[in-house]
């Protein structure tokens, strides 16, 4: 996720996430367990089951804007056998819920966002399970975001998921995802991936799309307004596709100017991860000044225009926080740090020297502010999973990794991490140790220094190797 304006910027494991922390709540049975173990956020998700697919449908007419009709099937595997579970689900009225075809035995609401279900049958341990949710009311504000002429896009993060349908809303559960969603005809629906068939019938649209690499919940969207869309592909095929609000900026030079995002991007982290890329622009909500963006996957998601600095953060996300997802929210810095580094590479890139204009520039306006580095990088505390401090202390510290260990370890680092945890959650001390494999160095007074510690690094550690000679200037 970008900052908002205002504010200065300067493999898919044999035992999944999922699993492993429900194998962790040995004390509380997985049918029972109401949150999947975040330490931020304990009652997100279910560590019960892991999803495997999101089978979301909608309904939604822009001149009845406090109304959505939902019918969602999530698939899911057991973890353990399930006399009942939850799933993650704000407002709305159920109508019904059936497992496996069969009717729940019985269905209720609790706490902030719980669906509690209640199958006719045990699950066994090991068994996939379909549960199909019926529902209809009005979405939640948290996600789900009215445009000013009735359309709807939905944002947000940590949670947006929730706002309009039901899920296992943790990065550590990913899954595919399968969107259908019908509006009126001269509306456009746009969602994650590929599109599927459009039908139009009795005055109605149906827009189909599906995104077949693993996602989190948070990554995933629906934009309805009256787009102008756009249909290109990167140098190796990939199809590019950027939907334009009516009165968003639609800008030829910044939209060419994503391809060469993408292509460089790509040369740093690797190939591009998913089967589709592009964005979605729209031009402001009813209650949002519009002023950020969201790595919504294979389609980020821009106010009011596209242009360089806010796609190289949000494209970096793609391998950076969609491909490779955080294990839980205290590894935020796997998301934001690289994706707000990415704007300084972007910007070396177009020839800035970021030694001195960035690195030396945001050092000095702030090395006598305490404030400024006392927010740990890993583990920052619950509330700052997304502080600003992950982003300008968060890129100052990949480029003092870069100059420590050498242009070619760095971003050997950068493209193994993005090869070996592909489409899987991973955490901040994992990044850790695969730098200090790959350079060969003892990194733990670095990252202990800049990841772990709450004061200014020691000199050492904030002129290291190339950066030395800025610490005698």
Known sequence: MRRPLSRRRGTTAVLTTTTALALALTAVPASAATGIGDPYFPDDGNSGYDVTH????????????????????????AVGALDRFTLDLKGFEVASVTVNGAPAKSFSRSGAHKLAVVPAHRVADGATFAV????????????????KN????????????????????????????????????????????????????GGRTTFRWHEDKPMVTYASTVAIDKF??????????????TAYSP???????????????????ASKFGPYPFSSAGAIVIDG??????????????????????????????????????????????????????????????????????????????????????SYWSTKLYDPGPGKELDPALYDKGSLMLHA??????????????????????YGNASFPQFEALAAEVSGKDLKGFFDAWAHGTTIPPKQYLYPGGLAALGHS
């Open 228 to 241: 102008t869309v756009h249909r290109t592909k990167m140098p190796d095929g990939t199809p590019v596709i």
């Open 401 to 422: 990794l870069r100059r420590t260990v050498g242009d070619d370890a760095f971003f050997d680092t950068l493209r193994r991490w993005t090869r070996d945890h592909a």
């Open 247 to 265: 009165s968003a900026v639609i800008d030829a030079a910044a939209e060419a100017q994503q391809g060469d995002v993408l292509t460089f991007l």
């Open 285 to 370: 909500t009813v209650d949002n000044d519009g002023a950020s963006a969201l790595e919504t996957q294979s389609r980020p998601t821009y106010h009011y225009a596209l242009y360089d600095v806010s796609a190289a953060h949000e494209i970096t996300h793609q391998w950076f926080g969609d491909s490779v997802s955080i294990t839980d929210w205290r590894d935020g810095c796997l998301n934001e740090c690289f994706a707000q580094y990415a704007n300084q590479l972007w910007e070396e890139h177009n020839g800035s020297k970021i030694d001195t204009s960035f690195y030396a520039a945001l050092v000095d306006e702030n090395k006598d502010d305490p």
């Open 150 to 201: 009735g359309g709807a896009d939905v944002a947000g993060e940590p949670h947006s998921a929730t706002s309009w349908y039901p899920s296992n809303d943790h990065p550590s559960d990913k899954a595919t995802f399968a969107l259908t969603a019908t509006v009126p005809e001269g509306w456009t629906a746009i969602g994650n991936g590929l599109p599927g068939p459009t039908t139009t019938e």
């Open 54 to 77: 999101y089978d979301v449908r909608i309904a939604y007419d822009p001149a009845r804007t406090d109304h959505l009709d939902g019918d969602t099937t999530v698939t899911a595997r």
């Open 132 to 147: 199909r949710v019926k529902y209809a009311g009005k979405p939640d504000a948290e996600g789900w975001h009215t445009l």
